[in-house]
C-alpha cells in the first residue's frame, strides 16, 4: 500500500472526537442513559475517547463496553472456516438505554449492521447511534452514522486507516493506494 495523503493529524482527530462528543450529548439532552460500545478493533479507544471526553464535558462516567462482532458477519464464511471470536465484554444492561456504537470508518456498512445485530442480541435497547470517525462512502446497505468526524469521498482501490495511539502508536487518519 502507498500512503496517498493524512485525511487527519493527531490534534484533527482529537478536535473531531472532542465535537462528536458535544453531539451526542446535544441529540441525547446530556448523558442520562447514554452508553458506550466500541466496537473491535479501533472503535474501542474511540469509544474510550468520547468516555473520557463526556466526562470532562459533563462530569459524568457513563457505562463503555467492548464489542466483537465477527459471529454476526453476513460474509463469515467467506472470510474462514474456522472463526474466532475475540472477547465481547459489555459489563452492564442495555435494556431502555441509548447505545452509541463507536467504529472507526463507515464504508459498505455491514460492520454497522453486525454491531446492530450483536447489540439486539443483549436485550432492547432505547435507540442505537452510530459514531465514526470517517464516512467514506460506498454503502451497501441503507445505514449511515448518527456521528461523523470527516465524510471523505474514496475510490474502491483505497483504503482509510484510522490510526489510535493504543493500537498503532500514533493518532491520525491516512488515505492509502491498494
Do not use: W
Amino acid at each position: 500500500m502507498k500512503e496517498k495523503t493524512i485525511i487527519m493529524d493527531e490534534s484533527a482527530q482529537h478536535r473531531a472526537l472532542f465535537r462528536i462528543s458535544h453531539e451526542i450529548l446535544e441529540k441525547n439532552k446530556g448523558a442520562k442513559d447514554l452508553v458506550l460500545i466500541g466496537i473491535l478493533t479501533r472503535g474501542v479507544p474511540m469509544a474510550k475517547s468520547i468516555k473520557d471526553n463526556i466526562k470532562k464535558i459533563e462530569n459524568a462516567d457513563i457505562p463503555f463496553g467492548i464489542m466483537d462482532i465477527t459471529l454476526y458477519r453476513d460474509d463469515l464464511s467467506e472470510i474462514t472456516d474456522m472463526p474466532k471470536a475475540s472477547k465481547t465484554d459489555i459489563p452492564f444492561d442495555i435494556k431502555d438505554k441509548k447505545v452509541i456504537l463507536c467504529d472507526d470508518v463507515l464504508y459498505t456498512g455491514r460492520t454497522a449492521r453486525a454491531a446492530i445485530e450483536a447489540v439486539l442480541s443483549l436485550g432492547r435497547p432505547k435507540s442505537i447511534q452510530l459514531a465514526v470517525i470517517v464516512d467514506r462512502g460506498h454503502r451497501e446497505l441503507p445505514i449511515r452514522a448518527d456521528y461523523v468526524g470527516k465524510s471523505i469521498p474514496t475510490s474502491h482501490s483505497e483504503m482509510v486507516l484510522v490510526k489510535f495511539k493504543e493500537t498503532d502508536n500514533e493518532d491520525g487518519v491516512k488515505l492509502y493506494e491498494k
